[in-house]
């Protein structure tokens, strides 16, 4: 689920949440709490039902931020990385550490 520009919202628990990513690897996981956390947002994981043990272990990463749309808030340059910079989309996606304000490479 990445960015799709729909804004999908629920609850997880009793808690309503914007829905951030579903069913992602724990790296990515980690990367999205991370970098949504030292943007000032309150953080939900939940985990994913796994069919089988084997089956690896899926999560759900979602916002308490209910106006939270992470299509905008990415494309309006509105998020920072660690070190100040702007996240771009494929800073997002974990595609590069670049951060050039170019959306698409020529």
Known sequence: MRLGGKHLFGSIED?????????ISEDR??????????????????????KSEEDPQLYTVAVTDMTF???IW??????????GRKVTH?????????????????
């Open 74 to 83: 990415v494309f309006q340059r509105r998020l920072k990385t660690f070190d």
């Open 90 to 106: 494929d800073y997002w996606n974990q595609e590069t550490e670049e951060t050039k304000p170019q959306y698409w490479k020529i």
């Open 15 to 23: 808690q309503r949440v914007t829905f951030v990513e579903k069913k």
């Open 29 to 50: 996981k980690d990367f999205l709490k991370k970098l949504l956390e030292h943007n000032g947002f309150e953080v939900i994981i939940q985990e994913e039902k796994r």
């Open 69 to 71: 749309n992470p299509t």
